[in-house]
Structure formats: structure tokens, C-alpha cells
């Protein structure tokens, strides 16, 4: 569930090689519950045919400004004032010439002139024309007047030669496409903190101590509060992508996370701690390799700083973050561990999870969790995917926020 569901999208495409890929942005935005309606101009009917995007849309796909068929509306009007996003990919130099120029000679470029919804496009072409002093003023025109542009990116172009022109990937081109549409939503206006992933203490240059957190559940967080238009840090040790818009700020031990976590929720009114952080660091990093020797090691272990507790008391002089949320990742006793926890760290909700179920906590998509608020008042959510329980928790914050 993102916030592409139930949007209406037009995707208009232009006449490139990468029209091939729009096919694919089209198929990912179905699949992310989008109503797509295509718009192709002639020049992309030469390079693909509307029956592709037939097929994959379900939809009739448009591509005449004066095409009427019986008892229809004048397509531009109806496409312009129905639409969510215009989402043009691929944007060819000459597209983003008639756009910055305010030509309406086809149905894309009309609809363009005369739709209220945002637009984002996605240039490709062969370098030389990009970087040509006539499309950089296009596209600086463009932008200046509200339009997103992402890319285009470096690498091969159609001529075989190598240099920034290429279309984003179809899985930038839908990022981009849920950040534009992020502006309206029901975060707007809020900043929050997000952490993710499990710390890693070193013990010597090549190894260090961990726990088996992935990070899945801090990045949905970052992803879902991004796309409801929320301003986003997420401070993370994992290595998995970062949202387009999201700050990312990479870290590895607890107290990395402790320094940059303290240094950005001045301003936030949120912090939700997903990271599993460890509570014990070698007490001594050494400097060398450390070579076997002997039967056993036992390794003297020092404890780290509990960031939450640390965030409690910067807060208390602060006022920030105005709602602090953490999880409580269990095997047993879950409700009474979190319970001590939601207090002994004074949270304003906390969701506890039981990590000893195979389909809930590391490294799998979904997860259980029961929410425990400051006030006594508790919830349990459904088995539920982590994208959904992120949302979940993003709606109750943002009561907490309010109320
Ligand atoms: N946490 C933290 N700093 C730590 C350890 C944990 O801020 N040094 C945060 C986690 O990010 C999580 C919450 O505190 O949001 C609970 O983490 P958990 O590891 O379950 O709690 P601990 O305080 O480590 O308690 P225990 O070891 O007794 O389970």
C-alpha cells in the first residue's frame, strides 16, 4: 500500500528509445493500484504501440487531440481535470521545448497546458541535446515554474555512446512519481526521525558484534512518511535503498546513532526508534587482528548508552521531538517487557513485537505488533505488511501530534 493507490495518473510518452521502459513504469503502476490512463504522442507510436499499453493498463490509450469517439468529452479537458499527476517518461528535448514554451500542438502537450495537477517528467535523449544551452533553458524554465524533472542519468545512450541523457530506471521514475504526489499528503508540513537497522560494535578491524535486524521495518517507516509528505531523516546501518526526498544519515555503532539521532530531533516533531540498538560494545576495540590463541575467548563487554533515555532528557529541555515512539522486539513476556520500557523510557507509544514468530520482526516483510500508548490504552494489529503497520503507526502519531 503506498499513496499511488488510487491515484489517477496520466503517463504521457514521447517519441524515444526509452519508451520501451515507460511499458514497465505503466505495469508498476497498475500493480501499485494506480488508475493509469496513457497518452502517446505520434513519434512514441513509431518507437512502441498503444496496444502494449493497452493490454497492460486495461485502459483505451489516447493519442489524438482530435479524435471524439461518440458521447465523450474533449479528451484534454477530461484527462487534464481528472488527473492526480501528468507524469511524462519519456520527455524528449523536443517535448520539453513545446512544454517550456507553452505549445499545445498534441493531445499530450495540450493536456499539459491545461491540467491543474502537478507534472513530472523523466528526459531522455543523447547528451549533445541535453546539454545543449537551448534544452538546459527549457529545462531551468521548467522547473522554475513547478515542474519535477528527474534525470536523466548517465551511461549508454541509444547512439552507443556513453554520457547523461539515458531515462531514470522505471523504479526511480515511480519514487519520483510518489514524492511529487507526497506534497498533499496528510504529513505535510511534519518533520520526522526515523531510525533503522541493528548497530555493529566493533571489535577488532574485521569483526564486529550485531543482532539480526534488517531494517525493513525503519525504511517503511522513512518510505511511508515520505510519501504522506512528511520531511524525513533516517538514520540507518542498513544497506538497503533510500527513498528519493529522504535524508539518509549512515551509521554503524550505538554510539554513532546516539550522536546523530541527539543532533537531529531539534526540530522534529517526531522520533520513532526501529533501530535495534545493542546494549553491549566490546570494551576495548583492538587496534590489530585478533590471532586465536588458546581454547576459549571471553571477550569483556562494556555497556553502550540508552539513546531513548538520552533523547528523554534533551527533550525535557527542549520540547523535542513533541511524540517519541519505540518498539519493543520480544520473545517472551511482550506486553509487560514493553509496558516497563513505554515507561522506563518515556515514550508516548510503543510497538511491541514477538520476534519468536517465524512471520513477524527480522528480516521478513510482514509483521504483528501491539501498540501500547502512554495513557494505559493498548491496540493489537492484525498480522499485517510492514508497509501497513508502518502506516499504522504513522496514523496514530499523528493523532498523538494533534490531540
Ligand atoms: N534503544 C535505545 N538505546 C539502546 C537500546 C535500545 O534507544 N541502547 C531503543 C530501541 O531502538 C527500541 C527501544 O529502545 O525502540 C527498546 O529496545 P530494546 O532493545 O527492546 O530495549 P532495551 O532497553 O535494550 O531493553 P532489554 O535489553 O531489557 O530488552
Same mark, same amino acid.
Given at each position: ?254 554510539? =554513532? ?90 515514550? =508516548? ?9 517465524? =512471520? ?44
Amino acid at each position: 500500500m503506498t499513496n499511488l493507490k488510487n491515484k489517477r495518473i496520466v503517463l504521457g510518452i514521447t517519441g524515444g528509445i526509452a519508451a520501451y521502459k515507460s511499458a514497465i513504469v505503466a505495469s508498476k503502476l497498475v500493480q501499485a493500484g494506480a488508475q493509469v490512463e496513457v497518452v502517446m504522442t505520434g513519434a512514441a507510436q513509431k518507437f512502441i504501440t498503444p496496444l502494449t499499453f493497452q493490454a497492460l493498463t486495461h485502459r483505451r490509450v489516447y493519442t489524438n487531440l482530435f479524435h471524439l469517439p461518440p458521447g465523450e468529452n474533449i479528451p484534454h479537458i477530461t484527462l487534464a481535470d481528472n488527473t492526480d499527476l501528468l507524469l511524462i517518461a519519456p520527455a524528449t528535448a523536443n517535448t520539453l521545448a513545446k512544454l517550456a514554451h507553452g505549445l499545445a500542438d498534441n493531445l499530450l502537450t495540450a493536456i499539459a497546458l491545461a491540467t491543474p495537477a502537478p507534472i513530472l517528467a523523466a528526459p531522455a535523449m543523447e547528451s549533445d541535446m541535453w546539454l545543449h544551452p537551448a534544452t538546459q533553458e527549457n529545462a531551468a524554465r521548467l522547473q522554475s515554474r513547478g515542474i519535477t524533472l528527474i534525470g536523466p542519468a548517465e551511461g549508454r545512450l541509444a547512439s552507443g555512446a556513453m554520457g547523461k541523457g539515458r531515462m531514470v530506471e522505471p523504479g526511480f521514475v515511480l519514487d519520483a512519481a510518489r514524492q511529487v504526489l507526497a506534497q498533499h499528503g496528510d504529513m505535510a508540513g511534519k518533520r520526522v526521525v526515523v531510525t533503522a537497522g541493528g548497530t555493529r560494535e566493533a571489535l577488532d578491524p574485521v569483526r564486529y558484534l550485531t543482532n539480526r535486524s534488517s531494517g525493513k521495518t525503519g525504511h517503511a517507516l522513512a518510505a511511508t512518511a515520505r510519501d504522506r509528505g512528511a520531511t524525513v531523516t533516517l538514520i540507518t546501518t542498513a544497506p538497503l535503498p533510500v527513498p528519493l526526498g529522504v535524508q539518509a544519515v549512515r551509521v554503524v555503532s550505538a554510539a =554513532d546513532m546516539q550522536a546523530a539521532v541527539l543532533s537531529h530531533i531539534d526540530q522534529a516533531d517526531a522520533l520513532v526508534m526501529a533501530a535495534a540498538v545493542a546494549d553491549y560494545r566490546p570494551e576495548t576495540l583492538a587496534a590489530q587482528k585478533i590471532k586465536k590463541s588458546g581454547a576459549g575467548l571471553a571477550l569483556p563487554l562494556a555497556r553502550t548508552g540508552d539513546i531513548l533515555q538520552a533523547v528523554a532528557h534533551q527533550r525535557e529541555r527542549t520540547g523535542r521531538p513533541r511524540c517519541t515512539v519505540g518498539f519493543a522486539a520480544e520473545t517472551e513476556a511482550l506486553l509487560e517487557n514493553a509496558a516497563e520500557k513505554l515507561a522506563r523510557k518515556r515514550l =508516548d507509544l510503543i510497538a511491541a513485537n514477538d520476534v519468536s514468530r517465524p =512471520d513477524a520482526g527480522f528480516g521478513v516483510d510482514t509483521n504483528q505488533v501491539t501498540l501500547l500508548f502512554k495513557d494505559g490504552a493498548a491496540e493489537t494489529l492484525p498480522l499485517m505488511s510492514k508497509t501497513a503497520v508502518a502506516n499504522h503507526i504513522w496514523d496514530r502519531t499523528l493523532a498523538l501530534l494533534v490531540g
